[in-house]
């Protein structure tokens, strides 16, 4: 959400989060990790649990150089998330790639694999922002129009948070990178079929009294586009 | 993409394939898992690298009970991939909730989680299969009239078969459960902001002769919505 003080400085992969493959898709600016964070609504979280690495989809929020998500203090995969380095990714699809031969077809995507040890976020004051670090990026303007969590929700909550330090970007755009020798062959359509995330009305719930308007951030955000934040 | 022979069947999750949280969202059909994984594009793939469990995103396609991936027979992560179990996620996001209390927002989503030990596919025409049960998933219809993968290509390429015998699914749709309290004090407008992803007109390669026109499977994809397979 705010601007991380880092946002104009380079990224320092480490051997684990630089991109051996597409090495020309790889982003190194630190303002490109912020964008394709902020860009996203679920990131998958991979956690360790009996030894096998699970992916789980979660909510999540960004705040300067710190990636916060939570759960439930009963959450194994939060307990789990703690005790060993995890990684945290952000995929959006911008398209779909289609090429002149079946190996190019591809996928126009940005994404962001971050790395790093989360901490548990402990303080009252410290858990209530975090809470709504992640309350503001699914929902921007919500946090002070609703009630804010209780000292028993907050009790029953566990908050993480995560470095920014070790991270990885990688963008697809453009169109297929076909052989010479089937462009020459000509014959087959190529080219981008772009995807985008649009808001759709917003439904009223069904116990909301009849007076009460769909409140300005809600509004905002129907009219705007989400996902191509380019 | 075919149906699989246990579509009608439940699926028969492991402990660690269980959710322990929200279990009012878990689905049990395996035409629920079918569903997810068909109307997905990407899927996220968690690997033990190193030790720690790192989470890539990569495209994907389902053959009956066959989830395939594939990779550069370079890419490490496909090696580490098969040497131990691994796990598959493939979400949608379908809207955000808005509630009355911060901690009630949440999204409404569609996940699968697939866990296994995936198996390197060989032998040419197996290989063959995977390659175009994935191409088809990204773009269906599109196989059969592109240039197929030639035998260098193939020997390049690594694909990855896993079972979706041990897979988990859950499904969050509808409107806010607030707490009582909130609801009586009225004031706060609550609901669901839906998330609907479109395509957009397709865009001809740079290098495309003026002649060729859009094929219908594009057309027909173009036309359709891609998300909302309710």
Chains 1, 2 share one sequence.
């Not at 959450?75 to 398209?95: N, Q, W």
């Not at 410290?126 to 990026?137: A, D, K, Q, T, Y």
């Amino acid at each position: 959400m705010t601007e991380s003080a880092s946002s104009r400085t380079p990224l320092s992969p480490t051997p684990r989060s630089t991109p051996t493959r597409y090495k020309d898709r790889v982003r190194t600016d630190r303002a490109d990790l912020d964008t394709v964070l902020d860009a996203g609504l679920v990131c998958h979280l991979g956690v360790l649990l009996g030894g096998t690495p699970v992916v789980l989809p979660t909510i999540y929020g960004r705040d300067g150089d710190t990636l916060y998500i939570h759960g439930s203090t009963g959450a194994g995969s939060l307990r789990a998330a703690i005790a060993h380095d995890i990684s945290v990714a952000v995929t959006l699809v911008d398209g779909v790639v289609y090429a002149r031969s079946a190996m190019h077809f591809s996928m126009n995507y940005r994404s962001a694999v971050v790395l790093g040890r989360a901490v548990e976020v402990t303080g009252y004051d410290e858990c209530l922002h975090g809470l709504r670090v992640i309350v503001e990026h699914a929902a921007p303007g919500a946090w002070s129009r609703v009630r804010p969590p209780n000292k028993k929700e907050l009790a029953a909550t566990k908050v993480l948070a995560l470095d920014l330090t070790e991270a990885s970007v990688k963008v697809r755009a453009g169109g297929p990178i076909d052989d010479a020798a089937d462009i020459e062959a000509g014959g087959v359509w190529a080219g981008v079929l772009p995807l985008r995330q649009v808001w759709e009305a917003p439904i009223g719930s069904e116990d909301l009294a009849p007076d009460i308007a769909v409140p300005g951030d809600v509004l905002r955000r129907c009219e705007s586009s989400l996902v191509p934040i380019r």
